[in-house]
């Protein structure tokens, strides 16, 4: 008979992770143990009354955003109904310093970052994992779409696709290490949203219609630049002086811009110049504060390359490998081949040019169903 | 799964003598103390009779005893008043939010407001008092000054020199609230031996309770009400009386009386000091405040190296009840002032935890305790050695 464990369930107040809960604290992990000790976590992450009313940003923080009030009571009255001992632990400290701060200095420094991937890094699957194993959970679980599994023959936990290929998660967890891997559940894996919501109504969670969190949580009414701003006065910081040219490709100045932060590789709004054919943002230099706008076409590049790897299928890249290679959330996973390019850094080269390849978005790598790897794109 | 409750600073459980002495009030004599009637005066007779023992609680005459629900009220009622724009207000810089907050929102209308800091073993210096107290200079007018003191500190503990304080005020001719939420039944009590002109109790920190306590308001102390409406407690707080609630707080402070006097205190004290003197044998624990003269139930440990949150909820999955720091809107931990105050920095704070006995704990419990303590500290700390400093 198998040991009963402890397992945290890191509970945001959302359906999925309610149900994440509820499936562990009633059914079990699948594993053949049917009595788990299920805790619920919520993280205090950020305080949504710190910037609120401050540039535009809402006064009342929308229910949705990570640690308003709202979704703390939601995922207190969920461990109520389950009937599981629930805490709220306080990361608001490391938060700020891993995820916050960090987002903002890539937005200055000319780049789009991706806060969950951040957090999920720093956070979740580091932080969140330590507390629970503090106190005494040695699993944690999350609300995530994906699944992973042991490979006995590689020896190695593998992360993949879930059943769900819409709600995929997986490009937010390329960063997972093998011991996060290994002591991470996540049982929405093989279920489909609506088979969740099914679930969470079985289960008698009030909260199975709630809709999906869509936004970056800690930036309410989901305008970031507002919240840079904000951000930066708050800590009383002149807001970093990234004005500067506008330039069409040739070089020729075409128009000035307040900030390169308010700019991503891709983006067609808001560019502040008239044009007969549509503009969009093909380079940001974070050093002459320069950006280069054209044509939708010249946004399309053969090659990426990517630092700051982690790897789950494989140990590490030794040669040249064919993987689909996804370069942000929405994308669709493209063919290329993958090669080493010196120490933590790879080359990826696309079969078809892709569309704005985006420095500070993440590229991931998968083989079928498999995440490969991934990592940084410079 | 056993559970040992040291939260006792926290809330605690109504002793059976006062659920019994509650029980007639919820359907038989359900009165309002207000009516002419015989129920009214079945419930009348009820509150007059509790008044009659907080009367003797606070040493005091009965019209002085004012009933109201707990001690956030008392404490926002003695601020909210007695201050006007103009006055003077001195607090400490560790006292309950029930008092800072008030604070806060005094200094916004207009109130000049001073927070002394304790020394580091969390005393406050009367002197710091009797330095901050200014003279009455406000043109056209007296202007008042109001001293509000904690009787004893509910997070270390630690019994504030409130005589002292009293003294000062009356040669200053100011005004003297007491907080004595945390020091009541827990130290013999006299509100003309502490010389304040108000005093706030809550009856769910003696076993009685939730949602009901007392003030003690001096005659001719010109307190104005915090509710107004109908003219219960001789105008000094509307609102129809918890008779039940009443009873129990009057029980509940006849029965605190009583284990103030038999000894209880000193039974509790040697537990206390038994659990303290176990835990500080773990290597890398201080007692935050143990140098000053403390209520018998409480000690604040500082645990080196880890995180109070992740104790707080491993313990309580041993069942242990304690707690740390103070609860913020969403319910984690946030460091505590009282700590901080005395001059621990953040992660020192973070890192500590209260204990506080109920004065039925025992022997039993003390060892349970110290049984499931040293293993959650150790395994905390193996796993996450570096958590305190990168914190």
């Not at chain 1, 969009?280 to 950006?291: A, E, K, T």
Request: with cysteine; glycine share 10%.
């Amino acid at each position: 008979m198998k040991q009963s464990t402890t397992i945290a369930v890191a509970m945001s107040g959302g359906v999925d992770s309610s149900t994440a809960a509820a499936i562990l604290a009633h059914e079990g992990d699948g594993s053949g143990v049917s009595h788990n000790t299920v805790v619920g976590l919520t993280m205090q992450l950020w305080d949504q009354r710190r910037l609120a009313g401050k540039h535009g940003i809402p006064d009342t923080p929308k229910a949705g955003r990570c640690c308003s009030l709202d979704d703390v009571y939601d995922a207190r009255r969920v461990a109520e109904h389950l009937g599981i001992p629930y805490y709220v632990v306080n990361q608001e400290e490391r938060f700020e310093r891993d995820v916050v701060r960090p987002f903002v200095d890539e937005y200055l420094a000319g780049r789009t970052p991706i806060p969950c991937s951040l957090c999920n890094d720093h956070i979740k699957f580091d932080q969140l994992l330590r507390t629970a194993r503090s106190i005494g959970a040695e699993r944690i679980a999350t609300g995530h779409y994906a699944v992973n599994e042991f490979d006995e023959k590689r020896g190695r936990w593998i992360l993949k696709r879930p059943a769900d290929v819409a709600k995929d998660q997986t490009y937010f967890l390329f960063g997972l290490t093998q011991e996060q891997l290994a002591r991470t559940l996540f049982p929405l894996g093989h279920m489909t949203k609506p088979e969740v919501r099914e679930a969470a109504r079985q289960h008698g969670l009030t909260l199975a219609e709630k809709p999906d969190s869509q936004e970056i949580c800690f930036v309410p009414g989901g305008d970031y630049k507002q919240f840079i701003t904000a951000y930066l006065e708050e800590q009383g910081e002149a807001a970093t002086e990234t004005a500067g040219e506008l330039v069409a490709a040739n070089g020729e100045v075409i128009g000035r811009h307040a900030g390169i932060h308010n700019f991503t590789v891709g983006q067609r709004k808001g560019l502040g110049v008239a044009s007969p054919a549509p503009l969009y943002v093909l380079n940001i230099d974070p050093s002459s504060h320069r950006v280069t706008v054209g044509a939708d076409a010249e946004l399309a590049t053969c090659t990426l390359r990517a630092r700051r790897l982690n790897w789950i299928s494989v140990a590490e890249l030794t040669g040249p490998m064919r993987v689909r290679a996804k370069i942000r959330h929405r994308h669709e996973a493209a063919w290329a081949t993958l090669e080493p390019a010196g120490s933590d850094e790879v080359l990826a080269t696309f079969d078809e040019p892709q569309r704005a390849v985006t420095p500070g978005q993440a590229a991931v790598f998968y083989d079928g169903d498999e995440v490969v790897g991934g990592g940084w794109i410079v | 799964m056993r559970r040992v409750y040291c939260d006792a600073n926290a809330t605690t459980p109504l002793l059976p003598e006062v659920m019994e002495a509650m029980r007639p009030y919820w359907m038989e004599q359900f009165g309002n103390a207000s009516s002419i009637h015989f129920q009214g005066q079945k419930a009348r007779a009820a509150v007059d009779h509790a008044r009659e023992t907080l009367a003797r609680f606070f040493h005091c005459r009965e019209a002085e005893v004012v009933f109201n629900s707990g001690g956030t009220e008392g404490d926002n009622t003695a601020i909210f008043g007695l201050l006007r724009p103009g006055d003077q207000f001195i607090t400490t810089s560790i006292e309950h939010s029930a008092v800072l907050r008030a604070a806060d929102r005094m200094a916004e209308r207009g109130v000049e407001v001073t927070f002394v800091a304790p020394k580091r073993d969390g005393l406050i210096d009367p002197e710091e008092i009797r330095r901050a107290i200014r003279p009455a200079t406000r043109l056209g007018g007296s202007r008042r000054t109001l001293v509000s003191v904690m009787l004893a500190n509910n997070e270390t503990g630690v019994l504030q020199p409130v005589e002292e304080i009293g003294g000062i005020a009356a040669d200053a001719k100011v005004f003297f609230h007491i907080d004595a939420v945390q020091g009541a039944g827990k130290v013999a009590f006299d509100v003309r031996r502490f010389g304040c002109h108000l005093c706030s109790i809550s009856a769910h920190k003696i076993q009685g309770p939730k949602g009901v306590g007392a003030m003690y308001v001096r005659r001719g102390t010109p307190l104005e009400p915090l509710i107004v409406g109908g003219s219960h407690e001789r105008r000094q707080r509307a609102g129809t009386e918890n008779v039940p609630g009443i009873v129990g707080l009057g029980k509940a402070v006849e029965l605190a009386m009583e284990s103030v006097e038999d000894g209880t205190m000193e039974r509790i004290a040697a537990l206390r000091d038994r659990l303290e003197a176990g835990i500080l044998a773990i290597p890398g624990t201080q007692a935050n405040g143990a140098g000053a003269p403390r209520v018998a139930n409480t000690t604040n440990i500082h645990f080196e190296h880890l995180e109070g949150e992740a104790l707080v909820i491993a313990l309580d999955l041993k069942g242990v009840a304690v707690s740390g720091g103070s609860a913020c809107h969403s319910g984690s931990t946030e460091p505590s002032h009282v700590l901080m105050a005395m001059g621990l920095d953040k992660n020192a704070a973070l890192a500590s935890l209260r204990f506080s006995l109920l004065k039925t704990a025992t022997d039993e419990d003390v060892d349970h305790v110290l049984r499931a303590v040293p293993a959650a500290v150790e395994h905390l700390r193996a796993l996450a050695p570096e958590t305190a400093s990168s914190f």
